[in-house]
């Protein structure tokens, strides 16, 4: 079951740490919102907790725990406007360039690793 709509992008520096950046316009599933207000709200996890294990803004988190408590969490998403065929295909292909972007860095970095002499006293 399809929870999220990943709208992050991944890069690495050069020390190999993970930066996060935020694509505009993360589309979140019903489901996804009940589960993560649980994980608070029933499991005892901290929002930032929360936010990291699933890659969303901590503020969203904490945005979605208040609509809870309020009774307005059903709310919370439906009120964006109803997209056209074309704008659907744009954020289709935003999202598949960014994931093609992710598996490229990717073998960037395997194609450098293996690409390295094997130092001496190893075996090859």
Do not use: C
């Amino acid at each position: 079951m399809l929870l999220v709509d990943t709208k992050v992008d991944v890069h690495y520096n050069n020390g190999g740490v993970r930066i996060m950046e935020r694509i505009p316009n993360a589309v979140y599933t019903k489901e996804l919102r009940e589960e993560a207000v649980k994980m608070i709200t029933e499991d005892g996890l901290k929002a930032p907790e929360v936010a990291r294990r699933l890659s969303i803004p901590k503020s969203t988190i904490t945005y979605w725990v208040r609509a809870a408590r309020e009774g307005t969490l059903a709310k919370v998403g439906s009120q964006g406007k109803p997209m056209s065929e074309e704008q659907r295909e744009v954020a289709r292909l935003k999202r598949e360039v960014a994931e093609l972007k992710m598996e490229r860095d990717f073998l960037k970095k395997a194609a450098a690793y293996f690409a390295k002499e094997p130092t001496s006293g190893t075996r090859s």
